[in-house]
């Protein structure tokens, strides 16, 4: 047993072990409520990584005694859920409970793979768990998700982190035999960034990289061994969002080399390539935007590529992608344009709209003059008739400044002969 880690250890077997999520699983609220009455339905937990959603799953079907299956939404395909529904309907009698079918990282499931669930959760031949670190409103099909009731996790609180280390000194067998002082424990809670097995995965190495009587925790040890014991890249923690940063800021210096290498670093280290995908959309946007509207185009295109394929395949597009973005021109004109366009709504959100440029659906509306004296831009030469559409009050307000670049130079060029009073 001591070969398994520490987290694994101290994993709870009941409701009155566990550790945080009191909105769900405290006296009265509706998981525990659910459980004791031994009639549960289908449902989704959708929360970060490390704060108890296998666990509840897996004390749920203690508790109930119900069969348990798992699969693992990374490497399970369509051929693995229909065996498992196969294997539960043969085990299914006559007023027997359903079993728990427990799905991981449900979101990664492609959409034939969640339909090839719909008709054993609709039946009742299982009841199905999933868990997810993303929003089920967008990864997980319509069909599947309005028979699942959705349960939000959250990140666990200092004090419950703060509670998971005494438990695992005072209770692992391991441990316990061990004179271990610990002196601080902010960097273990900082470094743990909310994350329950992060945060005993980092105890461990601190503990098992010490020989002295006793062993000291303190801010400044954990700190020497996860600098001399780095993961290679942790997905959910502080360093996923270094990397990202890195990725984004060499794609605006205009770096494919080390935009590139920070991206495999990502998939390396098992990062959801979409999560890569959205981020490249973004950057199209934000920081090449109108000096080449295509990346937004190509942005999406990869996108939806890296969603139909999948890995390993969809690091290709995604590689393509990342080089474009970061070969093309840059601009972030539109980035800082509605940044401005919004600090003017703060201060001015209720000045009147001009009645010129009202909708007038109704006979009074009209005799309101709403709509009134509107110049149809279509009527006149070149498609443009000079007309302040902007509020009185911000009349000749100038939000979009085109920048520097082939395209925008163009662009800047239509202006300064469309609205000669705005733009010089």
């Known amino acids: ?20 999520q009191k909105h769900l699983v405290g ?64 085990q299914r009698f006559f007023n027997t409970p359903n079993p728990i079918l427990f799905i991981d990282e449900i979101h990664r499931f492609s ?3 969640q339909d090839s669930l719909l008709a054993a ?12 670190t993303e929003n089920p409103s967008f990864e997980v099909i319509s069909p599947l998700l309005s028979r699942c009731q959705v349960y939000v996790l959250k990140a666990q609180e200092k004090a419950d982190l703060e509670e998971l280390i005494d438990k695992a000194l005072t209770k692992d067998f391991y441990l316990k035999e061990k004179n ?26 601190v503990v098992n990289a010490q020989t002295g009587d006793p062993i000291v ?41 080390a935009a590139l290498y920070y991206m495999a670093r990502m998939l390396e280290g098992g990062e959801d390539p979409k999560f890569i995908a959205r981020r490249l959309i973004i950057s199209a946007s934000e920081d090449i935007g109108l000096a080449n509207p295509n990346a937004m185009l190509i942005a999406n295109a990869c ?35 509605i940044n401005r366009a919004m600090e003017v709504v703060k201060k001015t959100a209720n000045v009147a709209v001009p009645l010129y440029l009202r909708n007038a659906p109704t006979k009074l509306m009209k005799e309101l003059n709403y709509g009134k004296d509107y110049k149809y831009a279509h009527d006149f030469p070149g498609n443009f008739v000079d007309q302040e559409y902007m509020p009185e009050e911000l009349k000749n307000t100038v939000l979009y400044y085109p920048q520097n670049n082939a ?14 009073r705005k733009y010089k």
């Open 121 to 132: 959760v609709e039946k009742g031949t299982v009841t199905l768990i999933g868990a997810t």
């Open 27 to 90: 006296e009265g609220k509706v998981l525990r409520k659910m459980i004791e009455s031994g009639v549960v339905s289908s449902f989704i937990l959708w929360g970060p990584p490390g704060v108890g959603k296998t666990t509840l799953a897996m004390i749920i079907a203690e508790q109930l005694e119900r069969p348990f299956y798992v699969l693992s939404a990374v490497s399970s395909g369509v051929k693995d859920v229909r065996e498992v529904i196969q294997k539960a309907e043969s």
């Open 407 to 420: 395209q925008e130079i163009k662009i800047f060029e239509r202006l300064k002969n469309w609205w000669k």
């Open 303 to 337: 996108f939806e590529a890296v969603h139909k394929i999948g890995m390993p395949e969809a690091r290709i597009p995604l590689a393509e992608c990342l080089i474009y973005l970061a070969t093309s021109p840059k601009s972030n004109s539109a980035y800082l344009a």
């Open 1 to 20: 047993m001591e070969n398994k880690p520490l987290a694994e250890r101290m994993r709870p077997k009941t409701l009155d072990d566990y550790i945080g």
């Open 217 to 257: 925790v303190d801010n400044e040890t954990v700190r020497k061994e996860l600098q001399e014991n780095p993961l290679m890249y942790d997905k959910d923690g502080e360093q996923h969002y270094d990397i990202i940063s890195a990725m984004i800021k060499s794609i605006r210096g205009s770096d494919p080399n």
């Open 111 to 113: 959409k034939a793979q």
């Open 180 to 205: 271990i002082l610990v002196k601080e424990k902010e960097a273990l809670i900082s470094f743990s960034g909310g994350d329950a097995r992060k945060l005993l995965n980092i105890l461990e190495l």
